[in-house]
């Protein structure tokens, strides 16, 4: 089984900050895939980064970055320089390698993020 | 085309009426995905295609029945549903394999269905 935990159920930050967001996740597959999603209110999800269980660096796209601590089993999601339509819900998620096939993604319970001026 | 088109966006139905989903991809992904995602909750896996067949069911209750016709199309057909059924339906697509990489293998969602039960 596989567990996502975002222990950070909102943030207040202001514009331009830098921000971390937690996430920590338990899995008992060797191999894995660790997701950040965006959700605004209008409810689609946004990728964001992923990082792979087995891959030797950070994972970085524009002004996100993934701080993967393999052994402490923790994934948070660094926005450097916030801006305003940074404001959304950001979910941390899990997919399993069970052999191939298609498995769906494991959601933690997301972090409410809201970017003041 | 890099999108997972969902419709209709917005759905109010009856307990006792029949209504469907549909999403649709041309990605070319052989894999679709149905997430229920309730007010402030994460998404929640319903149901998994893999090369047009089922291939996992999350213990969803029979009001809901997906059906997949072909790769690019998938549907969730609903029938007497509850009020607690309420909520934001979400659809995706993946290649069906290892990886994650949004673009090789990673998960396309769609917009979402908001659905209400009266």
């Known amino acids: 089984a596989q567990k996502i935990t975002q222990t950070q159920p909102g943030m207040f930050v202001q514009e331009k900050e830098a921000v971390t967001l937690d996430c920590t996740y338990d899995t008992s597959d060797p191999s894995y895939g660790l997701f950040w999603y965006k959700q605004p209110s209008s409810g689609e999800m946004i990728f964001l980064i992923y990082q792979g269980s087995y891959d030797q660096q950070n994972a970085t796209e524009g002004r996100y970055s993934l701080n993967f601590q393999k052994a402490r089993k923790s994934a948070n999601l660094v926005i450097s320089a916030s801006q305003l339509g940074d404001s959304a819900m950001y979910f941390c998620a899990m997919r399993g390698d069970s052999g191939g096939g298609a498995d769906g993604l494991t959601f933690g319970k997301g972090t409410h993020l809201i970017i003041q001026p | 085309d890099t999108e997972v088109t969902q419709t209709p966006k917005h759905l109010v139905m009856g307990m006792t009426n029949k209504k469907s989903l549909k999403c649709e991809q041309h990605?070319?992904?052989?894999?679709m995905y149905w997430y229920k995602q309730k007010a402030k909750k994460p998404p929640e896996l319903m149901f998994v295609y893999s090369y047009e067949k089922l291939s996992i069911n999350e213990s969803v209750p029979s009001r809901f029945s997906p059906e997949c016709p072909n790769s690019s199309l998938l549907n969730l057909h609903l029938h007497a549903l509850q009020p607690e059924d309420s909520a934001l339906y979400l659809c995706?697509?993946?290649?069906?394999?290892?990886?994650?990489?949004?673009?090789?293998?990673?998960?396309?969602f769609g917009s979402g269905t908001r659905l209400t039960v009266v």
């Open positions: 990605m070319g992904h052989r894999a």
């Open positions: 995706a697509s993946s290649h069906n394999g290892v990886g994650g990489r949004s673009g090789s293998y990673g998960y396309t």
